[in-house]
């Protein structure tokens, strides 16, 4: 059926729509009033162009990452994207891993630095067997291993689902879903990739996702969305910083570390009414910057921005010489 448009934006969206159809808004039918598959990829290859030029015009070596993926991955707000890089939305609502397979040349040939890849709960949906989607996404870090041997290829952990629910009545089990995970994870390693394990961010003591991280059982809501840009913040900071598993480990059970010429302890903090990770940093370290906050979320473990109130945390304090 025809979507009326509620505000100003979709209509002037809908006309140059009408338009790319060489159509006049007024003539528009429902065949055209939703766009197609070929639509998005037509945007997305358009877009990929377009930041390439936006990339060859930037006198430093600007460096792009992209989302691969399905609507996930589609509606990430933008807002909430990881500054300090640009970005480049590859995701197509209801697309599938083989789908991502074949559209794999719209990329941007240069410059890209991370690649994220988030695919397989629409193959869940539509009963692919879990070998298949391993099959299709081994072909995938291939293909992108060799065309992009200067980029970092990052598989995520498919999210859990809370299904079925009032909107959506199917059924993805979350045990098929950790099990294509725990498959998934070996075979990203095996092929020298790198595999985020965000799922646990997402879950309820139940295993299924949390409820305030959804809209429909399976999509993300805005809160869902920040605890996914939390996880992706962690990750751009400790590959850009190479704090890597042992690192972590070291972080975690040491009784100090140095930082910028100077030395730290750790000591017993009391979150109080009002503190985030950004400004107990701040008080701690005199800074605010990310890679900062993410020394005190490593060594606590912290998986989000916002802490309980009276929650009892570690934080560095400076060794006076």
């Not at 338009?19 to 197609?36: A, F």
């Not at 996930?72 to 300090?84: D, R, T």
């Not at 079925?164 to 990739?193: R, W």
Request: glycine share 4%; proline share 4%; charged share 20%.
């Amino acid at each position: 059926h025809f979507m009326i448009p509620k505000t100003g934006i979709e209509m002037y969206q809908q006309r140059l729509f009408a338009l790319h159809k060489s159509q006049i808004y007024t003539d528009l039918d429902s065949e055209i009033d939703q766009p197609n598959y070929q639509d998005w990829l037509d945007i997305l290859k358009q877009e990929s162009d377009l930041i390439q030029d936006k990339i060859a015009k930037k006198s430093d070596s600007s460096r792009l990452n992209i989302l691969l993926g399905d609507s996930l991955s589609m509606w990430f707000p933008n807002n909430l994207l990881p500054s300090g890089k640009l970005w480049l939305n590859q995701g197509i609502s209801g697309d599938t891993t083989s789908g991502i397979l074949k559209r794999l040349d719209i990329f941007a040939k240069n410059n890209i630095n991370n690649i994220y890849i988030l695919a397989g709960i629409n193959d869940l949906k539509r009963q692919v067997p879990v070998a298949e989607i391993l099959k299709n996404y081994q072909k995938i870090i291939d293909y992108l291993q060799y065309n992009y041997p200067d980029s970092r290829i990052l598989v995520q952990s498919i999210f859990p689902t809370q299904l079925p629910t009032e909107i959506l009545t199917f059924s993805i089990p979350n045990s098929l879903i950790k099990q294509l995970n725990q498959n998934l994870a070996q075979q990203v390693n095996d092929q020298g990739s790198i595999y985020l394990d965000f799922y646990q961010r997402f879950t309820n003591t139940q295993g299924n996702l949390r409820s305030e991280l959804t809209t429909d059982g399976l999509h993300l809501s805005l809160e869902g969305y920040k605890v996914w840009q939390f996880a992706l913040k962690q990750t751009e900071s400790r590959l850009s910083k190479n704090r890597d598993h042992n690192y972590q480990k070291w972080l975690q059970e040491s009784a100090g570390f140095p930082l910028d010429g100077q030395s730290y302890s750790w000591v017993s903090y009391q979150v109080k009414p009002g503190d985030t990770l950004e400004k107990i940093t701040l008080k701690a370290l005199g800074q605010e910057d990310f890679d900062y906050c993410d020394l005190i979320a490593i060594r606590n473990n912290l998986i989000s921005d916002i802490r309980p109130i009276d929650d009892q945390i570690e934080i560095p304090q400076l060794i006076q010489k």
